[in-house]
Each structure stands twice: as structure tokens, then as C-alpha cells.
């Protein structure tokens, strides 16, 4: 019997703009999960100059702690970003979000994304536009242990209220189905910002922070789950450009996913913040040149960082 997902696995290769390759350098893993993982304010700054002057469409970042917010958190990406800017003043990057099991009252976690913006050239931001379980590892007894990570509907609302009035372009994070839904409402009511994108999170065994094969949450890295994420959103009234991320997929070969990707359209997002293998080190240059190879072999042009900004509809 056919289904809606038939016709993503027949499309011929076809794309109508080059394909945006961006590094996603750092996040929540440490040195101890990948070596080549930059903390610090000086290792973050050189491999963001690194990837970016690598051909990266754009750098996506964290500070040095996660539990940092507003003002705290804002000082702290300027003691990494300050020296990228002194360098490539106009470098298209974006930071993260916060903890937010940290907010009170009517913060909504992005306090710190409005003051880079205007002092540090981040022009880019992520929501993430649901909750979810992160499992971290096992109790010993074999139960799941972990953190609750994400923004409710007030918190999201307050969120995009923000970006909107900067007119600032967000890329949904969807870790979910449920996320993506949730983003399609703002979509859909004529609220979404120019230069906006979707980010499909498709998720291995480990997870989004785990160092065991416990991932839980969240679409398998699959051709499957590609195809219904495209499927779901052909119901959007704005048909803003996506992108997929493949976290913790542990000694799964994704080249197959990221070419096929690339065939039908969509952007790469990449990176020491996505990858874990226990069997592997690779370094942030090496992923992204992995992507760059596959994108080469398809015959899909590579963006430009001017080609990258038009695409977000950057001025």
C-alpha cells in the first residue's frame, strides 16, 4: 500500500538554491567524551575561526556554561566572541539557549540572545519549541535518569515575541513531532520571521548527552523520519528552507542520510555539539569537511558565507 512518504523516497536529486553547511563547534559534552571538544573562551574562538575561514555557512556556539543566563551569560560568550569578531567582524553565528530549569518568573531563557544581538553581530536564534527527556544514564537498578529540558508555551510565546520584534530569524529546534506542531501554529498564523528555518533533530542511540545507548526521545537518524518531517511540514503556509542535525549516533554510518538530505534540498548543521561515538575523536574540521565531500559527490554546489546569509535573509 502506498503512503505519503513514498514520493520523498522516489524524488529524483533536486534543489533550488546551494546547500548551507554549518558547525555546531560545542555544547553540553566535555573533553573526556571527544578531546577535540574546545572549551575555554580561546579554544572556542579559534575553532569557530577555524570552521568558519573552513567554508562552515555559519558557527552555532555555546559559552562556557549552560546554567549562565541574561546578563551573566551574555559576558560570558562576549569573552569568546569579542576575539572572533576582532577577526571576522562579519562572521554569521548564533548562540544557544540557557538551562532552563534556572528561570524564574517571566524569564524565557533568551534574555541573553537580545543583548547579542546588538553588540555582538549575532543575528540568528534558536527556539526550541517544546519540552522534552534528556536521559543522561542508568540508575543502578537500570532506570532511566536524566533532566526535563525545554520551553512551555509562555516561555516559547515570550521567546518569539522577542525575535519578532527584532525581526531577528529563529531556527526551530524540533526535537520532537510535537515541536514541529507547535512551531507550525506561529508559522501558519503569519508569525514566523523572515530568514527562519526548520532544524529536524534526528537522534541516535546516545542521545542528545548520554554516554550510554539509552537514547529515548526524539526521531531515529533514518530516511524514514526525514521523509515524514517533510511530509508534516508541507501543511506550512510559509515554506521556509530546513535543515536535519543527526545527534549521538554512535557507530551509525549517517553518510547516507546527510547525501539524501542534500539530494532533496535541505542544509546540514554539523559538529562536536551533534556527534558522539565512543569509538570515534573526530574534530569539528573533519566533520564538516566529511559533509563538504557528500555535498561535492552529489554535484549540489556548496553556499558561499554571502550565499549562507542570503539564504536567512541577512542584510
Request: with cysteine.
Amino acid at each position: 500500500m502506498a503512503t505519503a512518504l513514498d514520493k520523498y523516497a522516489d524524488a529524483e536529486p533536486h534543489w533550488d538554491y546551494p546547500v548551507v553547511i554549518e558547525s555546531h563547534i560545542n555544547g553540553v559534552r566535555s573533553k573526556e567524551m571527544n578531546p577535540n571538544t574546545p572549551v575555554g573562551y580561546d579554544e572556542i574562538a579559534e575553532e569557530a575561526i577555524r570552521c568558519w575561514e573552513a567554508g562552515a555557512g555559519a558557527i552555532h556556539a555555546h559559552n562556557t556554561s549552560f546554567d549562565l543566563l541574561g546578563e551573566n551569560a551574555f559576558k560570558d560568550y562576549m569573552r569568546t566572541w569579542e576575539k572572533v569578531l576582532d577577526k571576522h567582524p562579519d562572521i554569521t553565528w548564533y548562540p544557544t539557549t540557557c538551562n532552563n530549569l534556572r528561570l524564574i518568573g517571566d524569564e524565557h531563557g533568551l534574555e541573553h540572545v537580545a543583548l547579542l544581538n546588538e553588540h555582538a553581530h549575532a543575528e540568528i536564534a534558536c527556539v526550541d519549541t517544546g519540552l522534552t527527556l534528556f536521559a543522561t544514564h542508568t540508575d543502578d537498578e537500570g532506570y532511566l535518569v536524566g533532566p526535563e529540558f525545554g520551553f512551555n508555551y509562555a516561555r516559547v510565546g515570550r521567546q518569539w515575541r522577542m525575535l519578532r520584534e527584532r525581526n531577528v530569524p529563529m531556527v526551530y529546534g524540533v526535537y520532537e513531532p510535537g515541536h514541529l506542531r507547535h512551531a507550525m501554529y506561529y508559522v501558519n498564523q503569519g508569525m514566523s520571521t523572515p530568514g527562519s528555518m526548520w532544524d529536524f533533530y534526528l537522534i541516535g542511540d546516545y542521545g542528545l548527552t548520554a554516554t550510554e545507548p539509552i537514547g529515548t526521545n526524539g526521531m531515529k537518524p533514518s530516511l524514514e523520519s526525514l521523509y515524514y518531517y517533510l511530509h508534516m511540514i508541507e501543511e506550512a503556509k510559509v515554506k521556509h528552507p530546513w535543515y536535519i542535525s543527526i545527534w549521538g549516533q554512535g557507530a551509525l554510518d549517517d553518510t547516507h542520510i546527510l547525501r539524501r538530505a542534500i539530494e532533496l534540498g535541505g542544509h546540514i548543521k554539523t559538529g562536536l555539539e551533534l556527534f558522539y561515538d565512543p569509538a570515534r575523536n573526530p574534530t569539528n574540521l573533519e566533520l564538516l569537511q566529511q559533509a563538504q565531500e557528500i555535498a561535492r559527490e552529489v554535484g549540489r554546489p556548496i553556499a558561499t558565507h554571502e550565499q549562507a546569509r542570503a539564504l536567512y535573509q541577512l542584510r
